[in-house]
């Protein structure tokens, strides 16, 4: 069964910065590596749906962001970690929110949190004006 593992969240003052990493384990069957699948970056602020924040594709060549994070945010992965990583920058009090990373099982990016196919426990982040 796969297991994601964020860290790295906290307290941080408005244009501060934060790097998230979220740790897989568990893949298991022919070509089911953590290499060959899409990997998510999601978040959920209190009352609020969660809602999309940035995806890499399995080899890391190519990303997408939500406009709110775009050139604020940048997602990477060590496939030789099993890792995914959101490096936030310039940081923004409507940037709090519990972020999660997600694995999606079948091809290509999507954008919507029922495409993704298992999740993290979550990492609070709250930036302070």
């Known amino acids: 069964q796969v297991q994601l593992v964020e860290s790295g969240g906290g307290l941080v003052q408005a244009g501060g910065s934060l790097r998230l990493s979220c740790a897989a384990s568990g893949f298991s069957g022919p070509g089911r590596t953590f290499s060959f699948y899409t990997m998510g970056w999601f978040r959920q602020a209190p009352g609020k749906e969660r809602e999309f924040v940035a995806a890499t594709s399995w080899s890391g060549g190519n990303t997408y962001y939500a406009d709110s994070v775009k050139g604020r945010f940048t997602i990477s992965r060590d496939n030789a970690k099993n890792t995914v990583y959101l490096q936030m920058n310039s940081l923004k009090p409507e940037d709090t929110a519990v972020y999660y990373c997600?694995?999606?099982?079948?091809?290509?990016?999507?954008?919507?949190?029922?495409?993704?196919?298992?999740w993290g426990q979550g990492s609070q982040v709250t930036v302070s004006s």
């Open positions: 997600a694995v999606r099982f079948l091809g290509g990016i999507a954008y919507g949190a029922h495409e993704y196919a298992a």
